[in-house]
């Protein structure tokens, strides 16, 4: 459902203008962080790279755990540790004490804010667990709780759709751990540049959300490195423009829900340039065999095999491809929610610190 023509008056002519900066700001972001973020985080990886944790967990809330769970997949393919993602309430809510000697735990936050981050890190500590907070706001309770802490270095954020602080913990969190292996982080030297490419080419989304101005649902689907960015997508469109986006990874979307695809359903896929885009091929035949107005971000030959698409730039190393992919849907997100007359830098019921318990 789109705003009346009352509604748009109403929100006046300002809006979006926030969001749209904000996104606009990602490539100086990314820049700081590499110029002036990285040393911190390689020192703060290497202290704790020599205590050697043997596993790790993942704790976060919202956009940032689209962002752990990201992380989580560097962790296991990279450093070849087990990860997991952590349910809070089995300690803020349950009062659950678990054995964490040993154990790296890591908590993403924009803010630092949320009660039950703060909490459950804090009992984490008290169990034995190396303690990292990630956040954008290094004077926060959840940074003064934490043992180490990452600031990403991504300035204010004012609209409340998350877009550069999300980006800012992506590559945050590639250099930490690469930094734990000691390993090369120059695949991430021009993300900055590609990012700005990116951007300059907004006029392209614009086109495609007039596709889905009037869409009733979405499926988002990508495997592997890819996935967290389909959840990330369709998490800033469901807040932004209202409409039900539905992220699966691939192999989950083959065992059941693919059933509800039809030649009417628009789809996004994220197609990664390598081993997550191959895994993802035989869902990309599925759905093209069911006439799904199949829409892809990936490589050209992949967007020239779907309906529409955005292509992103090639020769990127798979592993820091999200930091690009998200930034062609955030601007989706933000034409789709315009062109429905709504204002995404405000949307309806949300608050900027969300304070869960």
Do not use: W
Not at 57 to 70: F, I, V
Not at 91 to 119: F, H, I, K, M
Not at 137 to 145: G, I, K, W
Not at 165 to 194: C, H, I, K, M, N
Request: charged share 20%.
């Amino acid at each position: 459902m789109s705003a009346t023509t009352d509604d748009r008056d109403a929100l006046g002519p300002d809006r979006g203008t926030i969001m749209s900066a904000e996104m606009a700001e990602q490539p100086a972001v990314l820049r700081r962080i590499l110029a002036e973020g990285a040393p911190a985080i390689r020192a703060i990886a290497a202290e704790i790279a020599a205590r050697n944790p043997r596993f790790v967990l993942l704790t976060a809330r919202g956009t940032s755990d689209n962002a752990a769970l990201y992380a989580k997949y560097l962790i296991e393919v990279l450093l070849g540790k087990p990860a997991g993602l952590t349910s809070m309430s089995t300690t803020t809510a349950y009062g659950a004490e678990p054995d964490l000697t040993d154990c790296l735990v890591v908590t993403v936050s924009q803010s630092g804010g949320s009660p039950d981050l703060v909490a459950s890190t804090e009992a984490a500590r008290k169990a034995g667990a190396i303690t990292l907070a990630v956040t954008n706001n290094p004077d926060s309770a959840l940074a003064a709780v934490s043992e180490f802490h990452i600031d990403v270095l991504a300035g204010p954020e004012k609209a409340l759709p998350a877009t550069k602080t999300y980006t800012a913990e992506l590559l945050a969190l590639y250099l930490f751990v690469e930094g734990l292996r000691g390993g090369d982080t120059s695949p991430a030297d021009l993300l900055p540049t590609l990012a700005r490419d990116i951007l300059d080419r907004r006029h392209e989304v614009a086109e495609l959300a007039q596709r889905y101005r009037f869409a009733q649902r979405l499926v988002i689907t990508s495997r592997g490195y890819g996935y967290p960015t389909a959840r990330e997508a369709a998490l800033k469109i469901m807040e932004t423009s209202y409409i039900p986006a539905q992220p699966f990874s691939g192999a989950d979307l083959l065992h059941g829900p693919l059933a509800m695809v039809d030649n009417v359903s628009p789809v996004i896929a994220v197609v990664p340039d390598g081993k997550g885009g191959d895994a993802l091929q035989p869902v990309l035949e599925r759905l093209r065999g069911r006439g799904a107005d199949l829409m892809v971000i990936g490589t050209a030959d992949q967007v020239g095999r779907a309906s529409a698409g955005f292509v992103l730039p090639e020769g990127v190393a798979e592993e820091v491809q999200p930091i690009l992919e998200i930034i062609p849907l955030q601007l989706l997100a933000y034409e789709v929610t315009m062109a429905r007359g709504l204002d995404p830098d405000a949307p309806r019921a949300l608050a900027k610190v969300t304070k869960t318990h």
